[in-house]
């Protein structure tokens, strides 16, 4: 059992926004931090910093903190691989090449296609027609942020929104394979297993990359970028946002996926000089209306229950 605070209304606003705004400085401190340190050490670093201290965190404050069973070791491995591995790999790689908000708007897909796989992956999950036409413009929104060239993606020649991408599809697959091994450990307990177990693969992929520590310049920018992105844009941000999760639900949690790119944008433009392209505003509201799309069933039923809670407080 996870010890925890439980958030009031007030305090799940507060959250929410925070959680937000680390994130969304999060896709700013990696874009500034890779003037300084080669991709994927980078991003190697950034999940030592995370792993160590939410393993700390799960230790300290999670009773059932131990995977046990072999559906524990399927979602650390699926979580390890996808969620932490390959989305972040892709992510450092991807932002070499894109703008700190044009990524978090790619990255913004996540949900859509979470849901979308969850269909095809969980079989109590099938998309209805709201659904898949949520599907459909989300996707319609994703490519015209990415403007995917064919020539580069047969020829493995991949430029950076498509980079990223392919940290989104990672990061979505991750979570629903994670969902499907069924694990009985607490979230921030997987997540803490699932970065301890990346951690190491991140620097063999480094190394194979022909990656070095000696190509790493330690200013104060890189330090104040590393120490940002592991610290608050990750260990802090991941642990207050389950603590969302539990609060409000993962669907309105997701939310923060469509308030993260305001503040990368703002953050971006304020202190790295970025803009952003007209195009990619116009996908991000494609993005999000597909995301409100495919969750409009949901919120249906949060309509019928609210409506009937309020009919039974009325007739009291």
């Known amino acids: 059992m996870l010890h925890k605070i439980s958030l009031t209304r007030n305090g799940s606003a507060v959250a ?19 003037a300084f340190f080669p991709p994927l050490l980078f991003a190697a670093f950034r999940i030592d910093i995370a792993a160590a201290l939410l393993l700390a965190y799960v230790v ?33 790689l991807g932002q070499q090449y894109t703008t700190s908000g044009v990524a978090a708007i790619i990255y913004g897909l996540d ?16 998309l209805s027609r709201a659904g898949v036409a949520g599907l459909v413009v989300g996707l319609i929104g994703v490519t015209i942020v990415v403007q995917p060239n064919p020539s580069d993606l047969l020829g493995g ?3 950076g929104e498509e980079l990223v991408l392919l940290a989104a599809t990672s990061i979505a697959t991750g979570s629903v394979l994670v969902r499907r091994a069924g694990s009985s450990i607490p979230a921030t307990a997987q997540t803490a297993w699932s970065m ?10 480094s190394l194979l990359a022909g990656e070095s520590f000696a190509a790493v310049r330690l ?27 539990d609060d409000v639900g993962p669907a309105r949690a997701s939310l923060v996926q469509y308030v993260i790119p305001i503040f990368a944008v703002l953050g971006g433009w304020a202190l790295l000089g970025e803009r952003l392209p007209p195009e990619a505003a116009v996908g991000f509201l494609l993005v999000f209306l597909g995301f409100v799309l495919l969750n409009a069933d949901a919120a249906k039923g949060a309509g019928k229950r609210i409506r009937a809670r309020s009919g039974a407080i009325g007739r009291r």
């Open 111 to 126: 949900p859509v296609l979470a849901t979308a796989l969850a269909a095809f992956l969980l079989p109590a999950e099938r």
């Open 16 to 34: 929410f926004l925070l959680v937000s705004t680390l994130l969304g400085f999060g896709y700013v401190a990696i874009k500034a931090g890779l």
């Open 219 to 245: 200013t104060e920018t890189a330090l104040v970028a590393m120490v940002y992105i592991g610290v608050f844009s990750t260990a802090i941000a991941y642990a207050l946002y389950f603590e969302l999760i």
């Open 196 to 205: 301890a177990l990346a951690a190491p693969a991140m620097h063999a992929a």
């Open 157 to 159: 020649d991949l430029e």
């Open 60 to 92: 300290l404050r999670t009773d059932g903190w131990r995977p046990t069973t072999g559906r524990d070791a399927r979602a650390i491995l699926a979580g390890g691989a996808l969620v932490v591995f390959a989305s972040n790999a892709f992510l450092f």
